[in-house]
T-cell receptor, first 113, second 113 residues
Framework: GAGVSQTPSNKVTEKGKYVELRCDPI?????LYWYRQSLGQGPEFLIY????????DSGLPNDRFFAVRPEGSVSTLKIQRTERGDSAVYLC???????????FGPGTRLTVL | AQSVTQLGSHVSVSEGALVLLRCNYS??????LFWYVQYPNQGLQLLLK??????LVKGINGFEAEFKKSETSFHLTKPSAHMSDAAEYFC???????????FGSGTRLQVQP
């Protein structure tokens, strides 16, 4: 079956611009996670949804970062006023419910010039 | 709060030799522990997980790991390395109260012919 998909696969933007990154989880998975992976590092947690609500957003680095999941399926990570330090691979994962195995998408590579 | 330490950012072994990748964790509550593998330009794939059942956990591709509470360790082993095992390996921890994964910084495994 289809796995987690993320679009775009690559995004290049200029400092100060706004970007949106999309995640399509595995159908039926109620939990959805966003992570960020900088070069040479392990993924770092950003936010996790159970259904439509953000169950834990403690990993969001500042108020420029925001994520939504309005219908409990697709999620969008939004970054305002991008900075060069935001450059990383943004990973999305989903699981049947919280605490189950997380299945990861291929990631979106964001480059801020 | 939980954390993961992976000793050795790079490990090189000969084909057919034992693979040992080290992972130590810190958690104030019973942990769930995971090993993920990341091949170049691919998403994270779960190798194995410990969720408080058997302390010796067998995973895919011949890998296994043993949970040792007294040593707060969850080292990954494989008796005989194959060229196809060359990849980045990440150890991760979560808990009942914090479902998001906390990852180590990763270990890059090289397999020499």
């Amino acid at each position: 079956g289809a796995g987690v998909s993320q679009t775009p696969s690559n995004k290049v933007t200029e400092k100060g611009k706004y970007v949106e990154l999309r995640c399509d989880p595995i159908s039926g998975h109620t939990a959805l996670y966003w992570y960020r992976q900088s070069l040479g590092q392990g993924p770092e947690f950003l936010i996790y949804f159970q259904g439509t609500g953000a169950a834990d957003d403690s990993g969001l680095p500042n108020d420029r970062f925001f994520a939504v999941r309005p219908e409990g399926s697709v999620s969008t990570l939004k970054i305002q006023r991008t900075e060069r330090g935001d450059s990383a691979v943004y990973l999305c994962a989903s699981s049947p419910s919280a605490g189950d195995e997380q299945f990861f998408g291929p990631g979106t590579r964001l480059t801020v010039l | 709060a939980q954390s993961v330490t992976q000793l050795g950012s790079h490990v090189s072994v000969s084909e057919g030799a034992l693979v040992l990748l080290r992972c130590n964790y810190s958690s104030s509550v019973p942990p769930y522990l995971f090993w993920y593998v990341q091949y170049p330009n691919q998403g994270l794939q779960l190798l194995l997980k410990y969720t408080s059942a058997a302390t010796l956990v067998k995973g895919i591709n011949g890998f296994e790991a043993e949970f040792k509470k007294s040593e707060t360790s969850f080292h990954l082993t494989k008796p005989s390395a194959h060229m196809s095992d060359a990849a980045e390996y990440f150890c991760a921890v979560s808990t009942m109260g914090r479902r998001a994964l906390t990852f180590g910084s990763g270990t890059r495994l090289q397999v020499q012919p």
